[in-house]
């Protein structure tokens, strides 16, 4: 029997060879398997403005080339992609904070389809940039800088990125605790920073906004009258206080002749020395200048004061220059 049937098997392939016919069976039969994918994302924990990469690990069909096979990919976050071809990786950025599923969708040249599997989790988790940054001053003198201060930098931060806002940024190490930028014109700038660490940089934190503005008032000085204006000795230390509603005063400006009878007399700094005139000690003074403290007064002590008509010229200048009102001041020594 087992003859018979080889024999009848044979005369069936040769009359089909005889006739140029192929078996019916091999175009016939459906494609009706799906393909399969094995995927991967290199980070699954972001912060905001990160990004990860999907990696084909492994696409196969048992009919269609991989080049054949469509893979769709939604991110989760509402966008979506293709790997064409024998693309093997696609990267994708997440802008905001939240949890964030990851699909992939094989197909092939049939339409069959199922979703890829993934060798670790599929779940992205975005959070917000950490870090605590701090504007100290909102409000900023052009001339003066604009200060960022920084603590709670991640341990595997490599770079932070300080973005002024103004075209320019600063870059520093994650152990840096302040940052300072000159502003040369004035508006309102808003001021953002990156974070860098394995999985990217991040997108851009703002962290508040710095108004810059031109110094352009001048300062004020006032002389403090002593108690006992008549008195030589109250004299011997001029005292003062400055007001400035801009960058500060930088110095204070004192010059010092006095009458004597007949004859007048400029102070040089260190000593009194006799003019011919009125107007030569007006050209010879010497102005001393001072800074004011911390709180705003200001004093200047005179050698070798005596009785007299002492004539006191004082004036302010701040940090941009700004001149105050020059002032002076007549008092009769008598004491």
């Known amino acids: 029997m087992g003859k018979a049937r080889s024999a009848t098997l044979a005369a069936i392939v040769a009359t089909l060879i005889a006739a140029g016919g192929t078996p019916a069976y091999a175009e016939d039969v459906p494609d009706v398997t799906a393909p399969v994918g094995r995927y991967q994302l290199d980070f699954t924990n972001l912060w905001d403005g990160q990004g990860a990469t999907l990696t ?3 696409v ?3 009919v269609s080339a991989q080049s054949d096979i469509t893979q769709y990919v939604e991110w989760g976050d509402g966008n979506f992609s293709y790997l064409d071809g024998d693309e093997k990786s696609e990267w994708h950025r997440y802008f905001n904070p939240g949890s964030y599923t990851v699909k992939v969708r094989v197909t092939d040249r049939a339409g069959n389809s199922s979703a ?3 060798a670790d989790t599929s779940t992205v988790t975005v959070v917000k940039t950490p870090g605590t940054f701090k504007i100290v001053n909102k409000m900023v003198w052009i001339g003066d800088p604009a200060t960022v201060t920084l603590a709670d930098v991640p341990s595997d931060v490599t770079k932070v990125r300080i973005w002024w806002g103004d075209g320019k ?3 520093v190490s994650r152990t840096t605790r302040e940052v300072k930028h000159y502003y040369t014109s004035q508006t309102t700038w808003s001021v953002s920073v990156m974070l860098t660490n394995a999985a990217g940089e991040t997108y851009g934190r703002e962290i508040g906004d ?3 503005a031109y110094d352009e008032s001048a300062p004020q000085v006032w002389l403090t009258k002593p108690r006992k204006p008549a008195y030589v000795s109250s004299w011997r230390t001029i005292n003062g206080t400055v007001r400035d509603r801009g960058r500060g005063t930088t110095a204070v400006g004192a010059a010092f002749i006095e009458q004597r009878g007949s004859r007048w007399y400029y102070y040089t700094g260190k000593k009194w020395v006799k003019a ?6 007006l050209k ?3 102005t001393i200048a001072v800074r004011p403290t911390a709180k705003n007064t200001w004093k200047i002590k005179i050698k070798g004061l005596k009785k007299g008509t002492l004539y006191v010229f004082y004036a302010a200048v701040d940090k941009n220059g700004n001149q105050s009102e020059s002032k002076v001041k007549k008092q009769k020594l008598t004491r």
């Open 56 to 58: 084909a690990l492994e």
């Open 60 to 62: 196969s069909d048992d």
């Open 116 to 118: 890829g599997v993934f």
């Open 169 to 171: 940024e600063s870059t």
């Open 210 to 212: 710095i108004n810059t």
């Open 276 to 281: 011919t005139s009125l107007n030569q000690a």
């Open 284 to 286: 010879k003074t010497r």
